[in-house]
C-alpha cells in the first residue's frame, strides 16, 4: 500500500470514528457549546426572599464548595453533596422557597448577592445558570432540581409505548411534528404529594401536560397558554402504581429544542422518624380528614394489641427543631408539646410543625429546647379530651399553633413511608 492511500484511508478511518464518537455522544440539554469553567467562578444571584436555596447542580459536576455571599457578608459555605446542596435560612423579608438551577439557555439579570462556587476539580464543564425562579404556590413557576438527565427514545406515542422517567429526574424531549404526542409513565417507591413541571418549551410553541393514572383516567391538567411552563402542583399519588404524563402540542412544534419534564415527590422522603418502636402502634383509631370526622387535622394512634396497651408508652420527636410550645392540662390537648422542625415545606417554605397531644404526664421537654430526631418528648396517655390512651399527632404547614383547621395541616401518613399503618387511614 503506497503512502498516500495509506494515509487517505487513516483519515477516513479517523473520520468514520469522529462521525460515529459524535452520534454518541449524549445530548446537552438546550446547549451546543458546553463552556468550561474554572475554579471560583462568580455567579451573581438576587436574594430577595426569605426561605432555603437549593442548588442544584449538573451530573458532571463533581465536588465542591458552594460559597454565598450577600454583600462582603458570607452566608453560607457548603460543600456540594450528591449534585446539591440547600441553603437555609437566606434572610429577607418574605417567606418564599428560591430553587436556582443551571441552564445555559439563560442569563441572570438581577445583582444582589454574589454565589462563588469554587470546584475542587478543574475545568469542571457543563454547569448550568439560570433565572430564579419561585417554587410551588404562588405564581407560575417551574420547579428546578436538577438531577439525571433522560433523554425521550421515540416512538412514544401512546400509553403502552410510553417512556419510563424516575423521581426527580429530568425529562428532555422533542415534539418532533404538530401530530407528535410524547407519553412517559412513572411511579413511586411512597405516596406523597407530587409536583409535575413542563418547562423549557421551545420558542413559539405553546406545549401542555396531561396526567393520567394506570387506568388511563385523566387525572390532572395544566394547559396554560403561550409559551409559558406548566405546573400540576402537589398532587397525591399512590405508591408502585404508574402514572402518564402526555406532552403535547396546542401550537408550534420544534424538533430540535427539547422540552424538560419533571415530576418530583414531597413529603414522603423527608427523613422522619417514628414516633414508637413498638409496631403495635400502628393502628389509627380516627384518621386524617376522613369523612366521618372532616375537621380532624391529624391521626389518633393506638395499640391494637389490648394486652400491649400504648399507655405510657415514650414518644420520640419526627425531625429535629425547636420545642415552640408546652401545653400543660390544657382542656382539649391535654399535656401536650409542639415543635417547629428543621424540616422545611415545600408547598409554603415555611419550617414544618408537629404536636403531640394528650401526653400522660408533663412533657420532657420545655419551651425552647432545641432537640433532635428521636429525641424523648413525652409519654403517651389520656389527659385532656380522650376517651382512652392514645397519641394524636398532627404536622401543620402554616406555622399556625393554634387555629388549626384541615387546610393548614398534611396527612401525617404520608412522612412515614415505611410503616404500614392499619385502622380508620386515609391513603
Ligand atoms: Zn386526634
Not at 451530573?59 to 464548595?65: Q, R, T, V
Not at 432540581?145 to 439525571?148: A, G, I, T, V
Not at 428543621?342 to 408537629?354: A, F, N, Q
Not at 404526664?361 to 432545641?370: A, I
Given at each position: 500500500m503506497?503512502k498516500?492511500i ?11 470514528l469522529?462521525v460515529?464518537m ?8 438546550g ?6 469553567i ?10 430577595n ?9 449538573d ?7 458552594l460559597r ?23 434572610p429577607?423579608n ?5 430553587v436556582i438551577?443551571?441552564?445555559?439557555n439563560?442569563?441572570?439579570e ?6 462563588v462556587i ?12 439560570s ?7 404562588l ?5 428546578m432540581?436538577?438531577?439525571?438527565n433522560l433523554?425521550e427514545?421515540?416512538s412514544?406515542d401512546?400509553f ?8 426527580d429526574d ?5 415534539i ?9 409513565k ?12 413542563l418547562?423549557?418549551?421551545?420558542s ?8 393520567y393514572d394506570s387506568?388511563?383516567s385523566?387525572k390532572w391538567?395544566s394547559e396554560?397558554?403561550?409559551?409559558s ?19 403535547y402540542?396546542?401550537?408550534?412544534y420544534?424538533?430540535?429544542d427539547q422540552?424538560?419534564?419533571?415530576a ?11 414516633m ?8 389509627i383509631?380516627?384518621g386524617y380528614?376522613l ?6 387535622y391529624?391521626i389518633?394512634i393506638v395499640?391494637s ?8 408508652d415514650?414518644?420520640n ?8 410550645y ?12 409542639v415543635?417547629?422542625t ?13 404536636r403531640?397531644l ?24 389520656n ?10 399527632f398532627?404536622?401543620?404547614?402554616e406555622s399556625k ?5 384541615i387546610?393548614?395541616?398534611i ?17
Open positions: 503506497n498516500t495509506k494515509s487517505t484511508l487513516q483519515r477516513i478511518i479517523m473520520f468514520s469522529l460515529i459524535s452520534l454518541c455522544q449524549p445530548v446537552v440539554y446547549a451546543t457549546e458546553v463552556p468550561e474554572d475554579s471560583s467562578d462568580l455567579y451573581s444571584i438576587s436574594i426572599s426569605n426561605g432555603s436555596l437549593i442548588f442544584a447542580f451530573p458532571e459536576m463533581k465536588n465542591g464548595i454565598l455571599f450577600e454583600g462582603k457578608k458570607l452566608l453560607a459555605d457548603i460543600e456540594i453533596l450528591d449534585k446539591s446542596c440547600l441553603v437555609e435560612d437566606v429577607s418574605v417567606a418564599i422557597n428560591y438551577n443551571f441552564d445555559l439563560k442569563t441572570i438581577t445583582i444582589s448577592g454574589i454565589l469554587e470546584n475542587t476539580e478543574k475545568n469542571v464543564s457543563n454547569l448550568k445558570y433565572t430564579i425562579s419561585e417554587m410551588s404556590g405564581s407560575d413557576e417551574e420547579i432540581m436538577l438531577s439525571s433523554y427514545s421515540e412514544n401512546s403502552s409505548s410510553a417512556d419510563r422517567t424516575y423521581d429530568n425529562m428532555n424531549g422533542c418532533d411534528s404538530g401530530s407528535d404526542i410524547d407519553y412517559y412513572i411511579k413511586f417507591d411512597v405516596p406523597g404529594k407530587v409536583n409535575f413541571w418547562g423549557s418549551i421551545p413559539n410553541c405553546d406545549y401542555d401536560l396531561k396526567i387506568n388511563y385523566l391538567m396554560n397558554a403561550g409559551n411552563d406548566e405546573l400540576i402542583s402537589l398532587k397525591l399519588v399512590e405508591a408502585d402504581v404508574y402514572y402518564y404524563m402526555k406532552v402540542s396546542y401550537s408550534g420544534d424538533d430540535v422540552y424538560l419534564l419533571r418530583k415527590l414531597y413529603y414522603g422522603n423527608m427523613g422522619w422518624g417514628y414508637y418502636t413498638d409496631s403495635d402502634n400502628r393502628y383509631s380516627s380528614g369523612p366521618s370526622r372532616p375537621d380532624h391529624g389518633d395499640s394489641n389490648s394486652s400491649d396497651p400504648i399507655d405510657g415514650a414518644i420527636n419526627v425531625y429535629s427543631g425547636k420545642v415552640a408546652v401545653g400543660i392540662d390544657s382542656p382539649s390537648a391535654g399535656n401536650y408539646a415543635v417547629e428543621d424540616s422545611i415545606d415545600p408547598e409554603t417554605g415555611k419550617k414544618l410543625r408537629v403531640y394528650h401526653m400522660k404526664y408533663l412533657p420532657s421537654v420545655s419551651k425552647d429546647d432545641s432537640i433532635s430526631k428521636g429525641t424523648l418528648v413525652g409519654y403517651t396517655g389527659t385532656g379530651l380522650s376517651s382512652g390512651p392514645h397519641l394524636h398532627d404536622v401543620n404547614n399553633i393554634s387555629y388549626l383547621d387546610e393548614d395541616t396527612n401525617p401518613e404520608l412522612f412515614f413511608p415505611t410503616i404500614s399503618f392499619s385502622g380508620d387511614t386515609s391513603l
